[in-house]
């Protein structure tokens, strides 16, 4: 896990309602897997969800988001195009992307 992530959902999670949505290979036992991750390192998720790539920003829209943070490129755009609020949670990969940016947890 990521230093800080943690602490920072547990904090986001006292006041909203912190859903993970994860896009992941449709194989035997991935959802099982992320689950593990999640419990193991504690995450406060209410709901987590592993979908499929091109499924993630729909998926998420259906939820009826306040705002979502991803570091996809592609998954950020796909977002912003259903007028969802997305920050972008940096890395290499996608500093391009213009908007609000989450630099650390």
């Keep these: 896990a990521i230093p800080g992530a943690r602490s920072a959902v547990y904090k986001m999670s006292k006041t909203n309602d912190c859903i993970a949505v994860t896009a992941r290979p449709d194989v035997p ?4 897997a992320t689950r593990y991750w999640v419990d193991f390192y504690s995450f406060p998720f209410s709901e987590v969800h592993v979908v499929g790539w091109k499924d993630k920003a729909g998926f998420i829209a259906s939820l009826s988001p306040y ?4 570091d996809s490129p592609h998954q950020i755009e796909a977002m912003r195009a259903k007028g969802i609020l997305v920050a972008v949670f940096d890395q290499p990969w996608n500093r391009q992307v213009p908007g609000l940016r989450i630099n650390s947890w």
């Design 29 to 32: 036992g991935m959802k099982e």
């Design 67 to 70: 705002m979502a943070i991803d």
